[in-house]
C-alpha cells in the first residue's frame, strides 16, 4: 500500500521561503510514479501546483513558475516543493499526491491520483 506523508508546512512572512517534504512508501519496485503538488483553500477546487515525472521533467502552474521548485530524491523517495517569494494567495492545504506512470504519461487531472497524502498547511502572512 502507498502511503503519502507531507510535512515542512508553516507560517512564512511574505516574500520568505518554506520547504515541504513528502515521504512517499509502498512504491512497487520497477514501477514509475508521477507525483505532484497540489493546494487546495476552503469553497475552492484542488488544483496541481508542480508535477514531476519519474525522469525528472518538471511542470508548473503558470501562478508558481519561477517561484516554486519541485524534486525528487529518488534514494529516499521524497518529493519536495520549495516555495520562494511567497505570497499571501499561496496560503492554502497543500496535498503530495501519485500516479502509477503508464507509458511515460502523467496525467494532471486531481481524479488520475490514485493515492495522497494528508496534506499540510502553508500559511503566508504579515
Known amino acids: 500500500e502507498v502511503t503519502l506523508v507531507e510535512s515542512g508546512g508553516g507560517s512564512v512572512q511574505p516574500g520568505g521561503s518554506l520547504r515541504l517534504s513528502c515521504e512517499a512508501s509502498?512504491?512497487?519496485?520497477?514501477?514509475?510514479?508521477?507525483m505532484s503538488w497540489f493546494r487546495q483553500v476552503p469553497g475552492k477546487e484542488r488544483e496541481e501546483v508542480a508535477g514531476i515525472r519519474s525522469e525528472g521533467s518538471a511542470r508548473y502552474a503558470d501562478s508558481v513558475k519561477g517561484r516554486f521548485t519541485i524534486s525528487q530524491d529518488s534514494a529516499k523517495n521524497t518529493l519536495y516543493l520549495e516555495i520562494d517569494s511567497a505570497k499571501p494567495e499561496d496560503t492554502a492545504m497543500y496535498y503530495c499526491?501519485?500516479?502509477?506512470?503508464?507509458?511515460?504519461?502523467?496525467?494532471?487531472?486531481?481524479?488520475?491520483?490514485?493515492?495522497w497524502g494528508q496534506g499540510t498547511q502553508v500559511t503566508v502572512s504579515s
Open positions: 509502498g512504491f512497487v519496485d520497477g514501477s514509475a510514479y508521477c
Open positions: 499526491a501519485a500516479q502509477v506512470e503508464y507509458g511515460g504519461n502523467c496525467y494532471k487531472s486531481r481524479h488520475a491520483f490514485s493515492y
